[in-house]
């Protein structure tokens, strides 16, 4: 079964810098990838998605993420990051087209002034 | 953009009383879910349901969960007699079939006291 470690739970950084959150995936033939925003008190709303093609995905609120087969990896990165972007950040992996999702245990992105 | 409707958004209930949580997925989607979120925890899948049966469940979608979809615009998780554990946030997801995103409620924030 697929599993997925999101090795920070916690990132502070400062406003307009850049960050990345790590997401690691086990390993598969194939695998679909996500990322998931959560606001305080709110569902879960989607990033971006990797199901094929190009390995650089861009998403909403001009993050991205780089798909990197040989490490298992899914990366979310931002170049500048706002106050509004301080939320959960979820990855998510299925192995297939409706497998159900499983996602990782969150990553707290704390946006400083 | 279609959504996926969850109602009610929060729900008090009494330990060992019944609760349906109800969904409406977007119309053109086959293959729908149920999750739940502990607070300050991860998301955990519960169930899978497609062409009207329970297509994947987990550990945690023991006999007092059941789902259904009696009309074929809702899609309900009944809960038979509710535990304090069960309190939680649950998601309802929905898509289409093959390679396509996961679309999430905003959530019904459970509280069994």
């Known amino acids: 079964a697929q599993s997925v470690t999101q090795l920070d739970s916690q990132v502070p950084v400062f406003e307009e810098a850049p960050v990345e959150l790590r997401c690691n995936y086990s390993?598969?033939?194939?695998?679909?990838l996500f990322w998931y925003v959560q606001y305080p008190n709110q569902g879960l709303q989607l990033l971006l998605k990797?199901?094929?093609?190009?390995?650089l995905v861009k998403g909403i609120n001009g993050f991205e993420a780089e798909f990197n087969k040989s490490q298992t990896s899914f990366h979310l990165r931002k170049p500048s990051v706002h106050i509004s972007d301080t939320a959960e950040y979820f990855c998510?992996?299925?192995?297939?087209?409706?497998?159900?999702?499983?996602f990782g245990k969150g990553t707290r992105l704390s946006v400083i002034a | 953009e279609p959504e996926v409707t969850q109602t009610p958004s929060h729900q008090v209930t009494q330990m060992g009383q019944e609760v349906i949580l109800r969904c409406v997925p977007i119309?053109?989607?086959?293959?729908f879910y149920w999750y739940r979120q502990i607070l300050g925890q991860k998301v955990e899948f519960l169930v899978s349901?497609?062409?009207?049966?329970?297509?994947?469940k987990s550990e945690i979608f023991d006999d007092q969960f059941s789902v259904e979809r009696p009309d074929g615009s809702n899609f309900t998780l009944k809960i038979r007699s509710t535990k304090l554990e069960d309190s939680a946030m649950y998601f309802c997801?929905?898509?289409?079939?093959?390679?396509?995103?996961?679309?999430f409620g905003s959530g019904t924030r459970l509280t069994v006291v």
């Open positions: 997801a929905s898509k289409r079939g093959g390679p396509y995103g996961y679309t």
């Open positions: 390993s598969s033939v194939s695998v679909y």
């Open positions: 990797y199901l094929s093609g190009s390995t």
């Open positions: 998510a992996v299925s192995d297939s087209g409706n497998t159900p999702l499983v």
């Open positions: 119309s053109n989607h086959l293959y």
């Open positions: 349901f497609y062409n009207n049966e329970i297509s994947e």
